[in-house]
């Protein structure tokens, strides 16, 4: 046997079996302080709960799975071996274990048990940090269900809503009835149209006076297409009512068994997210549908989906966020270079500082967002309204240059596929893209702020609790309240106005919340503006070390 070249040396420890949760002090806090007024039951609960899928989320099996379930994507199997068309995908069998530890973790029942939005979201932060791509269904599937209680008829709802909060992951296509547990997906876009999902074309035409319909068209962009149903947008042709964009639920099988026509064309070669498949299907014209919600209504109906999923989009950009910064920080902390270890250094110290700034703040903001669907008041609706796609915008836009920056800090380590931070680079434009891209979020805060008083009441009510505690903030506030009074040429300044109110609320949250070097950190360079345009141009006289040291994960 040769002899060694040389001994290993200054290599951090791979950063696994720790728990994610607890090791997560922003989120754990966050989980406490919403979760603490229901009382202690509930919240001793959801810690146990949350800190043994924490323990799960950071093991070597997990990793594992995530590293596999990329490595190996979803394939389409269009025909059976005799030539039927079965329109079927293969996923890897740690898919399917992904998605039965997150479904048996209670990740998609969130609707109707104490503090249940907050538990499902700090359980979704922690299942996107082992991977992402499983997150698609889950988000899917938890956010179908306002969707089916805007339907007229409560029974659609009470057939579906136990299958869809259970905590049994079943693969496989069956008739629901014979399954304890299902997946939704939706299919919104189209080729002509994208976000612009009036522009639809798909058909529907009425079968009986019962609400069902037959399908013809297509959808460009479907997401998890082995789920057991999906929710989908076309144009019902007039029947008992006005006819228009509707609202339709779509069964991969039918009751009989038979196989409902879901013609998949192929699956997207995309970015990242590659452990997820997402298709383009065809309906035939023997599609069979049953409308929910009423004819020509169906944004009306399908909206509360969308909102449900545009907050999963932000939880998943804060927790790669997280991720991304938790690494970096973990690398610094063993790493010596020039002396020294990295983490000690003032400069990387302030790199780490400005990273933990930013995922502390998205996950702060998440995490309020979260509760404001647990507490479901008139007053906390209106909130949700303007300060969702407020927080999508903004938070899915600083995924990308933050997890960047913090693979930069690994070096050449960074760069490569084993060190899983290319992962999470790939998956980070995603948010930002999915359930709207940033224009359609920014206009959509204009319409809430021309349409809606209320929602903008509700906001300035959040942001103004902060108010008097820090000048900066204050001072931003000021200027928030301008740039709202002037709605002369509003649209060509919708970015700049909703990122703006977007740093308000993350700085007013971060003013009541954090701890003081977080929130006098955030405040000089958010809102102050004693920032460069680069992380690490922090004033460094603020008390850096504290922050880093908070977001370090321990082992």
């Given at each position: 046997?040769?002899?060694?070249?040389?001994?290993?040396?200054?290599?951090?420890?791979?950063?696994?079996?720790?728990?994610?949760?607890?090791?997560?002090?922003?989120?754990?806090?966050?989980?406490?302080?919403?979760?603490?007024?229901?009382?202690?039951?509930?919240?001793?609960?959801?810690?146990?709960?949350?800190?043994?899928?924490?323990?799960?989320?950071?093991?070597?099996?997990?990793?594992?799975?995530?590293?596999?379930?990329?490595?190996?994507?979803?394939?389409?199997?269009?025909?059976?071996?005799?030539?039927?068309?079965?329109?079927?995908?293969?996923?890897?069998?740690?898919?399917?274990?992904?998605?039965?530890?997150?479904?048996?973790?209670?990740?998609?029942?969130?609707?109707?048990?104490?503090?249940?939005?907050?538990?499902?979201?700090?359980?979704?932060?922690?299942?996107?940090?082992?991977?992402?791509?499983?997150?698609?269904?889950?988000?899917?599937?938890?956010?179908?269900?306002?969707?089916?209680?805007?339907?007229?008829?409560?029974?659609?709802?009470?057939?579906?809503?136990?299958?869809?909060?259970?905590?049994?992951?079943?693969?496989?296509?069956?008739?629901?009835?014979?399954?304890?547990?299902?997946?939704?997906?939706?299919?919104?876009?189209?080729?002509?149209?994208?976000?612009d999902v009036r522009?639809?074309?798909?058909?529907?035409?009425?079968?009986?006076?019962?609400?069902?319909?037959?399908?013809?068209?297509?959808?460009?962009?479907?997401?998890?297409?082995?789920?057991?149903?999906?929710?989908?947008?076309?144009?019902?042709?007039?029947?008992?009512?006005?006819?228009?964009?509707?609202?339709?639920?779509?069964?991969?099988?039918?009751?009989?068994?038979?196989?409902?026509?879901?013609?998949?064309?192929?699956?997207?070669?995309?970015?990242?997210?590659?452990?997820?498949?997402?298709?383009?299907?065809?309906?035939?014209?023997?599609?069979?549908?049953?409308?929910?919600?009423?004819?020509?209504?169906?944004?009306?109906?399908?909206?509360?989906?969308v909102a449900a999923?545009?907050?999963?989009?932000?939880?998943?950009?804060?927790?790669?966020?997280?991720?991304?910064?938790?690494?970096?920080?973990?690398?610094?902390?063993?790493?010596?270079?020039?002396?020294?270890?990295?983490?000690?250094?003032?400069?990387?110290?302030?790199?780490?500082?400005?990273?933990?700034?930013?995922?502390?703040?998205?996950?702060?903001?998440?995490?309020?967002?979260?509760?404001?669907?647990?507490?479901?008041?008139?007053?906390?609706?209106?909130?949700?309204?303007?300060?969702?796609?407020?927080?999508?915008?903004?938070?899915?836009?600083?995924?990308?240059?933050?997890?960047?920056?913090?693979?930069?800090?690994?070096?050449?380590?960074?760069?490569?596929?084993?060190?899983?931070?290319?992962?999470?680079?790939?998956?980070?434009?995603?948010?930002?893209?999915?359930?709207?891209?940033?224009?359609?979020?920014?206009?959509?805060?204009?319409?809430?702020?021309?349409?809606?008083?209320?929602?903008?009441?509700?906001?300035?009510?959040?942001?103004?609790?902060?108010?008097?505690?820090?000048?900066?903030?204050?001072?931003?506030?000021?200027?928030?309240?301008?740039?709202?009074?002037?709605l002369d040429g509003?649209?060509?300044?919708?970015?700049?106005?909703?990122?703006?109110?977007?740093?308000?609320?993350?700085?007013?949250?971060?003013?009541?919340?954090?701890?003081?070097?977080?929130?006098?950190?955030?405040?000089?360079?958010?809102?102050?503006?004693?920032?460069?345009?680069?992380?690490?141009?922090?004033?460094?006289?603020?008390?850096?070390?504290?922050?880093?040291?908070?977001?370090?994960?321990?082992?």
């Amino acid at each position: 046997m040769a002899a060694s070249t040389h001994t290993v040396t200054n290599q951090p420890p791979p950063l696994v079996g720790y728990d994610v949760f607890s090791a997560d002090r922003a989120l754990a806090e966050a989980v406490e302080r919403h979760l603490d007024p229901l009382g202690p039951e509930v919240l001793e609960v959801a810690r146990e709960e949350l800190t043994e899928f924490g323990r799960s989320a950071g093991s070597e099996q997990a990793r594992e799975w995530g590293e596999l379930a990329n490595a190996f994507p979803p394939r389409l199997r269009t025909h059976d071996r005799y030539g039927n068309r079965i329109d079927e995908v293969e996923f890897h069998p740690a898919w399917h274990r992904l998605l039965g530890r997150a479904v048996g973790s209670g990740l998609t029942d969130a609707w109707g048990r104490p503090g249940g939005h907050v538990r499902r979201a700090a359980g979704f932060f922690l299942a996107t940090q082992t991977e992402a791509g499983h997150g698609c269904p889950l988000s899917m599937t938890h956010a179908a269900v306002p969707a089916l209680r805007a339907d007229p008829d409560p029974e659609l709802a009470a057939a579906w809503e136990p299958l869809l909060t259970s905590r049994v992951y079943e693969q496989g296509l069956r008739p629901p009835a014979e399954k304890a547990g299902v997946l939704f997906g939706m299919g919104l876009t189209e080729k002509q149209g994208g976000s612009d999902v009036r522009a639809n074309t798909t058909e529907a035409r009425p079968l009986a006076e019962d609400g069902t319909y037959v399908l013809t068209g297509h959808k460009w962009f479907c997401s998890a297409p082995m789920s057991d149903a999906f929710l989908v947008l076309g144009q019902a042709s007039p029947s008992a009512g006005e006819g228009g964009l509707s609202c339709f639920l779509v069964p991969r099988v039918l009751p009989d068994g038979t196989r409902n026509a879901f013609a998949i064309q192929r699956l997207k070669d995309k970015l990242g997210n590659r452990s997820n498949a997402s298709a383009e299907v065809e309906f035939d014209g023997t599609t069979w549908a049953r409308r929910v919600g009423e004819e020509g209504s169906g944004v009306r109906t399908i909206i509360g989906m969308v909102a449900a999923t545009r907050l999963d989009c932000v939880l998943g950009s804060a927790a790669l966020m997280r991720q991304a910064v938790a690494q970096a920080v973990h690398h610094a902390a063993y790493r010596r270079a020039f002396g020294g270890v990295l983490i000690e250094k003032p400069l990387m110290r302030n790199v780490l500082a400005d990273l933990a700034l930013e995922s502390e703040a998205a996950t702060v903001l998440g995490m309020r967002l979260a509760a404001a669907y647990d507490t479901d008041s008139e007053a906390e609706r209106a909130f949700l309204r303007i300060a969702v796609p407020v927080a999508k915008y903004w938070v899915t836009k600083r995924c990308t240059p933050t997890v960047a920056e913090a693979l930069e800090c690994l070096g050449g380590n960074g760069y490569v596929e084993e060190s899983g931070m290319p992962r999470l680079l790939r998956e980070s434009p995603l948010n930002s893209i999915w359930e709207g891209s940033g224009n359609v979020q920014a206009l959509d805060v204009l319409r809430a702020l021309q349409r809606e008083p209320m929602a903008l009441n509700a906001f300035l009510t959040e942001v103004g609790k902060a108010r008097g505690a820090d000048h900066r903030l204050d001072g931003a506030i000021r200027g928030m309240l301008t740039e709202l009074a002037d709605l002369d040429g509003i649209e060509g300044r919708a970015r700049r106005l909703v990122e703006r109110m977007a740093l308000v609320l993350q700085g007013s949250l971060l003013v009541r919340w954090a701890p003081s070097e977080v929130s006098d950190a955030f405040c000089a360079s958010r809102l102050g503006g004693d920032w460069g345009t680069a992380f690490g141009t922090l004033p460094s006289t603020l008390d850096l070390g504290a922050v880093v040291e908070r977001a370090r994960a321990e082992v």
